[in-house]
């Protein structure tokens, strides 16, 4: 594990770090905010489309309450960086920068696109072993959201609460998710539905905690990508606790986040103590 | 004067401008802040070398402070852009994103570098006039650093309150300093000391209020291009009243910024009744 960069910020450190990963086969990168003193809990952040390992850290504020609370935070990149492989990257929303946070069955992406092991057992472990943080929770945006809502609710025991901005909720309806099930996980169906937070619902997956999600109403993907009433049908229906939270006016921007960040680290803080 | 972008943001708006400029001849742009309900003052932002309108806006978590204290902001880009002047793009430190807030004299900059008559006179009046404040206040970082205290010190009755972070205090002795004012203004360094701050105080010019500058103390620029110690010498033999927050530990990036940011827009709000 290698630190790149490490800047004092508020009373920690804000820092960035390079690991070779046994799950992706590449060298991830990943930001941090450790805060002085005992820390608490650890807030894995999985950022959305085309972001790295920089955009929250820059742009969410999050340093403030994340020092107030005693908890770190740890961003990972959005996918394995450094590989050519056929199709990665042709576009946005498919490839490098675009993971979904799954494991890939297809080829040429089954080696290395293995995000969803990489989060819940190599990241997570790193976490334990070489920050000796134990309590951790996961949050999200947008694709990243998605990733926080199906890697919590299948590992309950592991993550102790779940938060997400914007997320996709229902990837196998969304463009955005058929695209990268058809390319990660092939024609089959059953396989996607383990990788979407309403099916998850439907099979019995839950969490103890309420999650919490919030929502712009002036998001520009919000009826035909990110569709959080199909969240809120199956949690009601599965007896799951949530609170999503609609924000007049707000869009998908980090401008939104910035907004609410605080409230949902707080939300987290209360499992973590 | 055109909005490019808006994104609701805490209580109010960040946004994205463009104008036609009558001073440097060019597009100019500028991000602002703007609260909901009622307005109490205007801070201006001068960012530094390589900054354009976006750096402070997405990176230095300064809306909620503006929020809860009912102030804008305005931050506008460092320099004209769209031109193709000889040497204009040739380096990081001189040309576009570092005009330096003077206006230049030499050929081939003089009809569009005048980033001083920009922010002091066609700026300011469009914050007046198009965004109905009155009250305004100036702050900036490093380069920018030096643009407001130079500003400030020669306007003392245009703005409010002077803050700064890690400003360039002393050009004329600097190696950053020495290469603008080469370029920009010639080789008559008469011209050079009306553009620094230290010469300014040495020279008769004041500020009312206290000028308020936080600066790391690991800043990587703070010996041989920031030199702060020749700014409190020069304000203590001057009686200009100043505080100047040597802060541990910190260095030269947009983190330091967000640490502190606070601490200075409260120092302005009691300056913005």
């Given at each position: 594990m290698k630190l790149l960069k490490s800047h004092k910020s508020f009373n920690g450190h804000t820092q960035f770090w390079s690991h070779d990963s046994y799950e992706t086969k590449t060298e991830m990168k990943f930001s941090t905010f450790i805060p002085e003193g005992k820390i608490k809990g650890c807030l894995i952040w999985l950022s959305g489309l085309t972001?790295?390992?920089?955009n929250f850290i820059t742009k969410a504020g999050a340093q403030k309450t994340l020092a107030e609370q005693g908890l770190m935070l740890i961003a990972p990149d959005t996918s394995p960086r450094g590989l050519n492989l056929a199709g990665e990257h042709d576009s946005y929303d498919f490839g490098s920068g675009a993971g979904f946070y799954l494991d890939a069955s297809n080829p040429p992406f089954e080696k290395n696109y293995r995000m969803y092991s990489y989060i819940t057992t190599e990241l997570y472990e790193l976490i334990q072993t070489k920050f000796l943080v134990q309590n951790i929770s996961i949050m999200g945006h947008s694709m990243g959201g998605h990733g926080a809502l199906i890697i919590g609710l299948k590992n309950p025991d592991k993550f102790k609460s779940i938060s997400a901005f914007?997320?996709?909720?229902n990837p196998i309806l969304a463009p955005w998710g058929v695209k990268a099930f058809l390319g990660y996980l092939g024609n089959d169906q059953t396989d996607w539905k383990d990788c979407d937070s309403v099916e998850l619902l439907k099979n019995g997956k839950r969490h103890p905690t309420s999650i919490l999600i919030h929502q712009g109403t002036?998001?520009?993907?919000?009826?035909?990508?990110?569709?959080?009433e199909n969240f809120s049908e199956a949690a009601d229906k599965a007896n799951q606790k949530y609170q999503l939270k609609y924000c007049d006016g707000y869009d998908h921007s980090y401008y939104f986040i910035a907004t609410y960040i605080e409230e949902q680290i707080l939300h987290h803080a209360q499992y973590l103590k």
């Open positions: 972001c790295n390992e920089e914007s997320p996709i909720v002036n998001d520009e993907f919000l009826t035909n990508q990110l569709m959080p």
